[in-house]
């Protein structure tokens, strides 16, 4: 118990380190390195040697991580997590600050995926991502990460006297509803900047350097374990967050392993994945052809290690609610701290089938983890995920998982502490087994 506490708290302490992809990209590689884990980049010639501990990040906001196996690759394959490093929100435009009344300074955003819009008002909200300055050569500015990690703007909400429908079904508008003040003025707003200002100074560089950034908001307030037990995590990022910490966690305490083990963090996931750190790019098909080249494997033995190879997609899970128990598929139940969910679908927005299924069942029971089922109810759509998505581009058997959760997509979800550890245990198992 004990254990799964301090694993529920460190789960936690990654989400609050990692308000964005690229930050999520920083946490985990600063885990990677002190386990002895040796960066890779695409633009170098990989000498991969068997029992090597390696990873590679691609765009700053996507990361692969490995560790060699010791039997021949081609018998042994690959055994993959994959998991995205990206959550719903919103995006800082450019040229973001807008001034109403003669007063205030708003910014100005745009949504990023699917977030329960409610769920951001009223919260101290801060900001991070990335900031382009400029640099000697052209084609390589200079990126700096940026958290500014502090309460500077909130998105009020308009009082119910104002608005009567609060509380019946009232739709905020995402351009007019849901902009953040960020300060009051009084004098013009051009003279002000208050954007670049605070960048400048937190990077401690001159504002004329800055000439793009990739900035979201995030919910300034860090995670805490909640309930009379202390059986829940509630946090901002547990979709999918909760996937990559169990993983890379699992991923550095593999030992020698037979097969090798790779853990796959994808961006862009709540936006369709269709970029070249998204799961629907080349990157993960590239990485294994190049371990096996590197390895002075040919294409057959490429083939062959995947088609000895298999795939855990791990992304969050929809528990039944205790308030809309009717939501749910009326057979498929899952529930929070009973074990991991298995995801199916007819219509195969889960790769899961009888057989991939079978594989991750027998591996929970050898791990000591309960295994729960979703499938929707069959008059609702449901979301997707990376399974689906990756498995276009590589021929791996998988199956598509999750940690069962509530409040997914909100800005403080919530999962059990159980099922985090057990989410350890079988990747675990996965990886050593
Ligand atoms: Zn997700």
């Not at 055994?79 to 007063?103: C, N, W």
């Not at 001159?206 to 946090?235: R, V």
């Not at 069959?378 to 997707?384: A, E, F, I």
């Not at 021929?395 to 800005?411: C, E, Q, W, Y």
Request: aromatic share 6%; charged share 20%; with cysteine.
């Amino acid at each position: 118990m004990k254990q799964t506490r301090e694993f529920a708290q460190q789960l936690i302490d990654f989400c609050y380190a990692s308000p964005t992809a690229f930050h999520a990209v920083a946490s985990t590689r600063e885990i990677l390195e002190q386990s002895k884990f040796v960066q890779l980049h695409e633009n170098e010639s990989w000498k991969i040697k068997s029992g090597g501990r390696y990873y590679l990040m691609r765009h700053d906001s996507a990361l692969i991580a490995f560790v060699v196996g010791s039997a021949p690759i081609s018998e042994q394959g690959f055994k993959i997590v994959g998991a995205h490093t990206d959550s719903p929100g919103f995006r800082i435009k450019p040229a973001p600050e807008m001034l109403t009344e003669g007063a205030y300074v708003k910014l100005n955003t745009e949504v990023y995926g699917g977030p329960i819009l409610s769920t951001w008002f009223d919260r101290p909200l801060a900001v991070a991502g990335r900031v382009a300055l400029k640099s000697k050569n052209p084609m390589q500015p200079q990126i700096r990460l940026l958290n500014i990690r502090r309460p500077v703007c909130i998105i009020p909400n308009i009082a119910i006297h104002m608005n009567p429908d609060a509380n019946n079904g009232f739709t905020p508008n995402k351009q007019v509803d849901t902009l953040p003040l960020l300060s009051t003025i009084n004098q013009k707003l051009e003279e002000k900047n208050y954007l670049s200002k605070l960048i400048a100074s937190e990077l401690r560089i001159k504002e004329t350097d800055i000439l793009d950034f990739d900035l979201f908001l995030y919910e300034y307030e860090k995670g805490c374990l909640i309930g009379s037990n202390e059986e829940f995590i509630s946090s901002s990022r547990i979709d999918d967050l909760s996937s990559v910490h169990a993983g890379i966690s699992a991923l550095c305490k593999v030992t020698r392993p037979k097969a090798t083990c790779v853990m796959a963090c994808f961006d862009h996931e709540e936006v369709g994945s269709s970029t070249m750190q998204g799961a629907d790019s080349q990157l993960l098909a590239e990485v294994l052809d190049r371990i096996v080249i590197g390895m002075k494997g040919g294409r057959e033995e490429y083939f062959r290690a995947l088609a000895n190879s298999y795939i855990i997609s791990a992304d969050g899970a929809h528990a039944v609610h205790p308030n809309k128990g009717e939501k749910a598929d009326p057979t498929s139940r899952p529930l929070v701290n009973r074990g991991l969910v298995i995801k199916l679908s007819a219509n195969r927005s889960y790769t899961t089938d009888a057989a991939t299924a079978a594989t991750f069942i027998q591996l929970c029971e050898k791990a000591g983890v309960k295994t729960q089922r979703f499938v929707n109810r069959s008059d609702m759509r449901g979301g997707s995920t990376i399974g689906p998505i990756s498995s276009t581009h590589v021929s791996i058997r998988s199956v598509d998982i999750g940690l069962p959760m509530l409040a997914m997509h909100s800005i403080r979800e919530l999962c059990g502490i159980e099922d985090h550890s057990a989410m350890l245990k079988v990747i675990q198992e996965l990886y050593q087994g």
